[in-house]
């Protein structure tokens, strides 16, 4: 087996070690595939960014006996963790240091990020925050320097495995959550993999509903909590009542109602919700929650970190819910899967995020369907199985073999979906979804 042979499993392999801290680049395998299983069922056409098939009649898995609060314990990363108690919040606008990691993705505030790390300065920086605040902060690459805006993780369970003095390497692994968006305002020091900055935490701005001030108080007595599309309409109403009191038609207000925006976003995630999905109803935490979990580009996700109030991303959101999308390999395009085929294995939602045993940091989302890939020929694999019960085999795009996910087969029999597949983030872009049925 050659190098590059080597490396593109130990960055697909979740069983496998790997001594580094960084994430693994993107690289496509050149493995011998010919061994590989084909899992494609359909003929696409690209071309014009059209796609020729029917995927309507896919059945949704109705039977899950799966547990899915286990994936979000990451039990993969041992039983030995130290449980931290307490929380830090941060005044909003203080200025401070933050002692910081680098990673691809954006971190948001309520997002789980277990970590396994080997740099004994990044364990060093560790052991430094869990003494004071246990807080660091995350921020993504960025060209030429690192994104501006980051998100603060505070650690809430650790194991230290010591450093091995004679390799300046050690073990360290954490979970960690998201907490309080950031600005970095300078770099204070930038040695290897050790880099701090001074930072502004940033405020959560939260704007009342848009009638809370020039409203008739008499129709107080008719207002209600919205929690049907019926119950949208009785409101309505007594909103176009309160109107008269104001310069704009009620229509304006309602674009910045936070209350109505988080209606129709769940609404359009209730297909979630009936495959056993928990989808937040707090607005602010919904806006963060669709931002993570819901593919949308990287400088997408990035725009929705810097905002400062959850109306903004509200609205930026519903956009990608309106219109089914599709997910394509982010190197040669090729259909893989479907917004509508996510499926939520992990109590979180359909997006988790995991760590293998390199420290390799994989935003995985679930679907119960996706096509166009191939499977390793390896036997499935239970060893570090991010979904207890479930073994794990490499799946990789059928047109351009690059790494996408994995499919996860239940290895015991009473254990339902069968299968489901999980795709790592990175591989993935979308696409909005124009099917030409065939005649
Ligand atoms: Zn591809």
New binding site residues.
Partial sequence: MTLTQLCVRLFKCPMLKLNCFAEAPRSAPDEDVESWSDVSTVELDLSSNRLDLNMEDIPVPTENTFDVTLPATHSYLGQNLEELRGRTILDDGIYMNLPLFIKQSVLFPGQTLPMTVFGAQTIDMLRTCIQNDRTFGVVCYGYPEMERIGTTAEIYEYTDGGIWLDHGRGEFRLKAKGRQRFKILRVITQDNNKISANVKVLPEITLEPPFLDQRLASLDRLRISIDTEEDMKKQERVENMDAALTPWPAWVYRQYDPVRLSFRIRQHLQFLETRGGSVPKDPIDLSFWVAQNILMDHNERLMLLSYDCAISRLQREIKYLVEDKIYV??????FIGRQSHMFPMNKEGPQGTYVNPGGIIHETITFYHIQGVILSPSTPSIEYSWFPGYAWTVAN??????H?GWKFTAVESNLRPKEFWGLTRRSLKNKDLKVKKKK
């Fill in positions: 390999c982010v190197n040669c395009e090729s795009c059928k047109s351009c073999r690059h996408v």
